[in-house]
């Protein structure tokens, strides 16, 4: 089946760290995205890449970083810049140019400090 | 700019009773509209659009919306609600035309409570 993969599903960050969330999907989308959710919020932008090896910053790219060597691959670094990294944090796929009528989630991660 | 109010953060409803969750966005341009579901610890996942023609879409489960142009709105309803269907629901627009969902823009968020 097609789809969007994220892992792990939980991780935990201490002090000072950095922690890489993966990204992989097998649906063939040129378009890939990185959403943070915090309780109670919508969920905001990060980062985003419509192709392979070129990436733009979202609403909050501030303390992460991403790299998108492979179509299929797309992940996520949480740096020790990002001084409140914990929340839920979702990544999202598209056929580039379709908009958000056609974009696929995955299962999301959930990231805390220790 | 867009945004988007979802007015209600939480919404308890009784089995097979009807709801209504309720968006309301702002937008110097024309949108196209959607609404999500988000179960615990899921990811997102497209309960219906709308992008033109009839104001009144129907959605996956049984859901269903109504594009209020001059009201700006775009409230979701159920007649009977299942216990299945307690989750998060997400409104969100978009600027047409929808080159690229880098712009998205989401409400944050309304938890329905189906009590038995």
């Known amino acids: 089946d097609g789809g969007i993969t994220q892992s792990p599903k939980y991780l935990f960050r201490k002090e000072g760290q950095n922690v890489t969330l993966s990204c992989e999907q097998n649906?063939?989308?040129?378009?890939m995205y990185w959403y943070r959710q915090d309780p109670g919020q919508g969920l905001r932008l990060i980062y985003y890449?419509?192709?392979?090896?070129?990436?733009q910053k979202g609403d909050i790219a501030e303390g992460y970083s991403v790299s998108r060597e492979k179509k299929e691959s797309f992940p996520l670094t949480v740096t020790s810049a990002q001084k409140n990294p914990t929340a839920f944090y979702l990544c999202?796929?598209?056929?580039?140019?379709?908009?958000?009528?056609?974009?696929?989630f995955g299962s999301g991660t959930q990231l805390s400090v220790l | 700019a867009q945004s988007v109010t979802q007015l209600d953060s939480q919404v308890p409803v009784f089995e097979e009773a009807p709801v209504e969750l309720r968006c309301n966005y702002s937008?110097?341009?024309?949108?196209?509209l959607f609404w999500y579901v988000q179960y615990p610890n899921q990811g997102l996942q497209l309960l219906l659009k709308y992008l033109s023609g009839s104001t009144l879409v129907k959605g996956i489960n049984g859901f269903e919306a109504e594009f209020n142009k001059s009201q700006t709105s775009f409230h979701l309803r159920k007649p009977s609600v299942h216990i299945s269907d307690t989750a998060e629901y997400f409104c969100a627009v978009t600027p047409r035309p929808a080159a690229g969902a880098n712009n998205l823009f989401f409400g944050t968020g309304t938890r329905l409570t189906v009590i038995p």
């Open positions: 649906l063939n989308h040129d378009a």
């Open positions: 937008s110097s341009v024309s949108v196209y």
């Open positions: 999202a796929s598209s056929i580039a140019g379709t908009g958000a009528e056609k974009l696929f």
């Open positions: 890449s419509q192709i392979v090896n070129d990436f």
